[in-house]
């Protein structure tokens, strides 16, 4: 018996399903997994939810992080937009998308934020990462901190641009709470997101996110990512009328699909979102207390905890000071002593008597003896007129109550920002200072003084977190600067 021939026809057949079963079937088995969370920006309302909290490879949208911390150390005085970075040949090795920087180039921080923000550079994360912590891996500490901060409880980072990595994992609302942290807590850098090109320093660049931009109406942000891992993701943020939406998008399986989805969801959140609702905007992090949390597998140590807690808001009551058996008068609640008003013309006179002929760094104590002087003698004439139960006897073991004036409110510190050979040149340089550095020189008085060697050029009328400040923020532009405390 002849065997029989297959056809050439079904012969075709058979090798196109077996390239299905061996190509087609595991590709879509490694089909990235599918998140998506919908808010109300201006109130966090959640609006739409699927695998939210679902732990999954975030790609570039990991930059976001990136650049919050970038923004955070400018506004600090760790660094900034003018310092001049250079690439080390870890960052310039990183894989592309990348801006192709040469390691020892040197460029300035503002064009790596450029690149990272709109190119979505790999090269440019890792240099700013490395700019600011002194390596990758101590930045990564300082994301986990600030995620931590954020309430995005549900991620770890491992590096500064999002290339998958083991453990380098985030969830579909902790991202949507990290772009909406980058719209509400750094306004003037937010326009970045929606620039459609940019000049990156070594050339221009044109934004991964400029089709859903160009053909979302009301759309200005924020962020891609794309890897084999994570998918096609996205968060995007658009603005009509009153309302505003934040869409995250995790496992796409393309441009074109992903864009469509989160145009999808746009349009779900707009309509379910109030015409009018309250701006509830975010907490701003607080670093205090918030311990380091290392790398897992990373063999540095610990990384500084950042603190951000400024002024002090309470502090402790001074001691009394101890006195003579002597009966001392006490301002009562029924009859308190600033209610007489000759009293008080006596007091504001015995100031200005006692402030005028004071010299200028007693002016204080001045005041304080004008207004509280150690009794020697029960008190007589005026205050001994005031009704019986409105004086007390003092304990067996006499105090006095001490009223501090001060209408400086701590503002005792200032700056120096340089010697100079004549008045005029230190006036200028302090003009020059102040517009520069006017979120916070503003409302300081500027004052030169006279020196053997000099004219000083300072800055004076400061809080002592506002004086530090200030000159992190002038050190970073390479402006010296030195406190001036109290006297």
Known sequence: ???????????????????????????????????????????????????????????????????????????????????????????????????????????????????????????????????????????????????????????????????????????????????????????????????????????????????????????????????????????????????????????????????????????????????????????????ADIEDTPVANNSGGAGKTIRLVGAVTTSKRPHLRPTTNDAVVIATAEAPVATSPLLAQDINAAIKQAVAAAPAKDVQSASLAAVSPRPTARPTGLIASIAPTQVQKAPPQQQEVVTRVSTSGGRHWGVNVGRFPSRYAAETVLVKTALSEISTLDGTLRKVVQRPQGYDANFLGMTRETADLACRRLAARNVSCFMIGPG
Do not use: C
């Open 1 to 287: 018996m002849r065997a029989r021939r297959v056809q050439p026809a079904r012969y075709g057949l058979f090798i196109l399903a077996a390239i299905w079963i061996l190509v087609v079937l595991p590709l879509s088995a490694m089909a990235a997994p599918y998140a998506a969370y919908v808010i109300d920006a201006r109130t966090n309302e959640v609006l739409h939810s699927r695998n939210a909290d679902t732990r999954l490879h975030p790609a570039s949208l990991t930059k976001m992080m990136t650049l919050y911390i970038a923004f955070d150390a400018i506004k600090r005085g760790e660094i900034s937009l003018d310092t001049k970075v250079k690439i080390s040949k870890h960052a310039a090795s990183e894989p592309p998308s990348k801006l192709g920087m040469r390691p020892g180039q040197t460029i300035a921080l503002r064009y790596l934020i450029r690149g990272a923000a709109v190119k979505s550079a790999n090269d440019a994360a890792t240099a700013i990462g490395e700019a600011i912590s002194g390596s990758e891996a101590k930045f990564a500490r300082r994301m986990n901190r600030t995620a931590k901060a954020l309430g995005m409880t549900n991620t770890t980072f491992k590096n500064a641009h999002g290339l998958t990595e083991s453990g380098h994992m985030s969830t579909a609302r902790d991202m949507t709470t990290m772009g909406r942290h980058l719209l509400y807590d750094f306004p003037e850098y937010y326009n970045l997101f929606s620039r459609i090109t940019a000049d990156a320093g070594v050339r221009k660049v044109s934004h991964t996110n400029r089709r859903f931009l160009a053909s979302y109406k009301g759309a200005d942000g924020i962020k891609t990512g794309y890897t084999r891992a994570a998918g096609f993701n996205l968060t995007a943020s658009a603005e009509r009328g009153n309302e505003r939406i934040i869409v995250t998008v995790f496992g796409g399986t393309s441009t074109t699909a992903r864009n469509a989805k989160v145009a999808e969801l746009m349009d779900l959140g707009f309509r379910r979102a109030p015409s009018k609702a309250p701006l509830i905007k975010p907490a701003k992090p607080l670093y």
